[in-house]
Structure formats: C-alpha cells, structure tokens
C-alpha cells in the first residue's frame, strides 16, 4: 500500500522557519521524483519544489524565490521541505507527491498544515 506520510507542519510567526518532511513506504521511492505541493483556502494546489530521484536535479516555483530547499533520503525513503524567511501568504496545507517531476505524480500525502502568522 502506497503511503506518503508529512509531518512538521505548524504555526511560525512571519520571518521564522520551517522543516516539513514525508515518509514514503509501499513504493520503490528511490526510483521516483518527489515533490511538496500546497494549495490555500480558495485557491487552486501549486507546486512549491520537486526534486529527481536521485537529487541531481530540483525545481522551485518563483515564489520560492532562494527561501525553500527541497531535500531527500532515499535510504530513508524521505523527503524534506526546509522553509525559511516565511510570510503570512505561505499559510496553505503543503502535500508530499510522488511520481512526477514535470507534473505532479499519481501519490499523494494527507497534507500538513502550515500557518504563518503573528
């Protein structure tokens, strides 16, 4: 059974950072790109940072702009999202994926919760 599983998410004042990181299981990880998605209430899911399997290659959206850096573990079938300098406009729940680099893939976390706010 695929699982992807974020943990890290939480309530950090403007300017603070973050870590966010998913467990992948039930799935030869290694083999696949991941990615961190995060969609705001009202708003469409957006991709925030994706990263090749074997982490030669990574993808950020322009809003990211240096802040974020995507991260991974295949011996620890793990992804990582370290987020710095946040602003109130990165509130949004964040998904793991898996399975897609220049779209998103087919697996999908239960989403985590990250609310920046003073």
């Known amino acids: 059974q695929v699982q992807l599983v974020e943990s890290g998410g939480g309530l950090v004042q403007p300017g603070g950072s973050l870590t966010l990181s998913c467990a992948a299981s039930?799935?030869?990880?290694?083999?696949?790109?991941a990615g961190w998605y995060r969609q705001a209430p009202g708003k469409e899911r957006e991709l925030v940072g994706v990263?090749?399997?074997?982490?030669?290659?990574?993808k950020y959206a322009d809003f990211v702009k240096g802040r974020f850096t995507i991260s991974r573990d295949n011996d620890k079938n793990t992804v990582a999202l370290q987020m710095n300098s946040l602003k109130p406009d990165d509130s949004a729940v964040y998904y793991c994926?898996?399975?897609?680099?220049?779209?998103?893939?087919?697996?999908w976390g239960q989403g985590t919760q990250v609310t920046v706010s003073s």
């Open positions: 990263i090749s399997s074997l982490s030669r290659n990574r």
């Open positions: 039930g799935f030869t990880f290694s083999t696949y790109a």
């Open positions: 994926n898996a399975g897609g680099y220049t779209a998103a893939g087919p697996f």
